[in-house]
């Protein structure tokens, strides 16, 4: 058979799209149905490329091959499975449809090292309200709270685990074992900045630290008609004022972005005075300082204006999650694979979380971000181009090289 070329990975991931939750659009999210459905395909395509498959107590997706030197290191590459709703075809699963293509194609080279494709279970964060659950299983960081989490019909993360037939007592088993040699993800860009430049690949040197939030307003259920506008506790009143607070903030901040992605009001009917009001807020700067001061001061403007309008406030923090730094020795190792292909990449910052930013701490990591024309993503018309991706394969293939030229010497890799 010929190797798989971006045409292929292409196709691979569109057809995942279609494995929904939903009619109406695209959406998978932690351990549901249509993830199982999901699993059963993409663990198909791990076979194929020659991967032992199997599926961790986190729910992760895992592809693994000895090497040469068997379980003395191992090489990680992958990204999430798990989506956004009403999602497009490329967050995350690119990565992954990348890695596979990558481990299909160097089959018939034994590597010196294991090599594991990875998708993980669970990135977006939109079934509990908490984000990469798959990776920090990874990395042991998944803890008890986390597993107590519930989602809309109250079922905990846990319960989730134990209903997808695994066993959340065996979650410390999910954590790596091999050490790892590093850990490389493709991923869309998420954003314009190559695209504007008309550069296909960039290089990710750091990504932005995230603070989370929800916010909620509690005031008084009136009716719209009798009730004096002076004597109104209006909880989305006071909501839609503080949001305004919001986008001022990171209007004034250079390199700040704050977001109001999510509001539920009660009774939520159009001639009753919303009694009970709640925000998402989503924080994120490359300076940690600046984000969590920004943070702080989007706290006490919503206590400002709730005891101003008589009502109170519930602040509960989802996630502080600080900036992370990519492994410098192996940006440059992508520099070199870049440049093998005739092109140079810029190196960047994501404004975007990823599973890199959970891992980067505790394995070496590097990250390559390919185009996502028009700047689109976490949409139906999220896309990426041919030649781009068959750029990113041939890195890909590359890296593979080096790292394996380089194996002894890179055992010392910080």
Known sequence: MPAPDSQDVISRCRELAAISEITDGACRTFLSTAMKCCYALVGEWMKTAGLTVSVDSAGNLRGARSGA?????????????????????????????????????SAQSRLPFDLEIIGFSEEEGVRFGIPFIGSRALVGLLDEQALQRTDSAGISVAQAIDDFGLDPLEIPNAARKTPPLGFLEFHIEQGPVLDVADESVGIVEAIAGQSRASVRFLGSANHAGTTPMHRRRDALAAAAQWIGVVEHLACATPGLVATNGKIDSQPNVGNVIAGDATVSLDVRHADDSLRQRAYEDLHHAASEIAAKRRLELVWTELLSQKAVRMSDKLAAALDSCTAKTGITARRMVSGAGHDAMILAPHIPSAMLFLRSPGGISHHPAESVRPEDVEIALQIGRNFLDLMSTAYYNLESTP
Do not use: C
């Open 69 to 105: 030197d068997p379980g003395k290191r191992v090489l990680l590459m992958g990204s999430h499975l798990d989506t956004v709703r009403n999602a497009g075809a490329f967050d995350g699963v690119l990565g992954v449809m990348i890695a596979i293509a990558l481990a299909e194609i």
